[in-house]
């Protein structure tokens, strides 16, 4: 794969996770890693200096906060300090470049053996056929048998049945955001983690698609997008920080629909060793999420958007426009994203 770009934020110097990925790369060429700093962290990140830099051709682009605020971004101007949404700028960068695809992932995750690059037009995959009232799916339970829900799924979800998949033998489908899943500490909610909290491994099934109508919540962590769908990878700045992430994928997957695409869940393809978090700090953090996800969602269901590729950035926009109505968000965030609009509409090269 040609023009891969790898983003991800840290306040760290590279760590065994990070080394671990750029050492997997070695045998790729044409790809560039943007790492995103912030007000506290490291003013260098060297990853040249390991085994693998002497067979990749890979360029490691460390953005200090300094060199943020000095880019041509007008984004990078206003968005919060110490705040993941920084993230945003990542992103900017790679789009500006001209990178053919993203992944996404954070400092904390590491490539298991399976880990892959991966093609926006995905063969032998499971699917989860449309559904016309929309409904919550728990993706983990095609992936285990035991009680694991992804952050974001309403509580109330936790028990309900997934609908049957069927296989798609080797049909194509296109699939231009794809989630791959995450083992030892998956992406769960703090009530999970408080409750059930242990090291926990997938199972490694076929890879699911999720047509439109399906709703499930996905990640930052081990993420693949291509170009149709690089507007939304806009992270909200105006929210908890536990859902910012999780609220970015609702308006991600309402946007996909109009394009006639959904999203594909893979196994896992990578293992992260978690930083350390306070659960009680996570779980408040959640509240948010817990009593208004459903709410959410019955707001972009019910939003009239416009089809086809050309429309994916007015209908981003007609979803935050009607979030900050409801007051999921406040008047601020709509100033961000046109900032985040504008410089997508200078730098994006389809």
């Known amino acids: 794969m040609n023009n891969l770009a790898i983003v991800l934020t840290t306040i760290q110097p590279p760590t065994d996770s990070v080394v671990q990925l750029y050492t997997r790369l070695k045998d790729f060429s044409d790809i ?14 060297n990853l040249e200096s390991h085994e693998c830099s002497r067979h990749a051709r890979i360029k490691v682009d460390f953005k200090a906060l300094n060199e943020q605020l000095e880019s041509p971004f007008e984004l990078a101007q206003k968005l919060p300090l110490g705040h993941y949404s920084r993230k945003n700028l990542g992103y900017l960068y790679a789009v500006s470049q001209g990178a053919k695809c993203i992944y996404e992932t954070d400092d904390d995750n590491a490539p298991l053996e399976f880990w ?3 093609n926006e037009h995905v063969n032998n995959v499971h699917i989860v056929d449309s559904n016309k009232d929309h409904r919550w799916i728990n993706i983990y339970r095609y992936f285990s048998k035991e009680t694991i829900w992804p952050r974001g799924l309403p509580l109330d979800e936790i028990h309900t049945p997934v609908p049957r998949i069927r296989c798609n033998g080797s049909t194509e489908v296109w699939s231009p955001i ?3 899943l995450v083992n030892n500490s998956p992406d769960v909610d703090a ?3 408080l409750v059930m909290g242990r090291p926990f491994d997938f199972e490694n099934n076929q890879s699911v698609y999720l047509t439109p109508g399906n709703w499930c919540p996905f990640n930052t962590q081990s993420t693949w997008w291509w170009p149709v769908a690089y507007p939304l990878l806009y992270i909200p700045s105006y929210c908890s920080f536990r859902m910012c992430d999780i609220w970015k994928s609702f308006v991600a997957q309402r946007c996909l629909w109009e394009v006639d ?3 594909t869940f893979h196994a896992p393809e990578v293992v992260q060793e978690r930083n350390v978090h306070n659960l009680m700090h996570d779980f408040r953090n959640e509240i948010p999420g817990y009593e208004r996800n459903d709410e ?10 416009k089809s086809g590729s050309a429309h994916i950035i007015g209908n981003l926009q007609r979803c935050y426009e009607a979030l900050v109505k409801a007051k999921i968000f406040p008047e601020d965030e709509l100033n961000l994203l046109k900032l985040w609009l504008d410089d997508i509409e200078n730098y994006i090269r389809y």
């Not at 560039?32 to 990140?45: L, R, W």
């Open 32 to 45: 560039s890693f943007y790492v995103i700093g912030d007000k506290k962290g490291p003013s260098e990140y």
């Open 116 to 118: 892959q690059t991966r």
């Open 178 to 180: 794809q989630q791959g």
């Open 191 to 193: 009530i999970w983690r």
């Open 261 to 263: 695409a959904g999203i």
């Open 296 to 305: 959410i969602i019955l707001i972009l269901d019910n939003l009239k958007l």
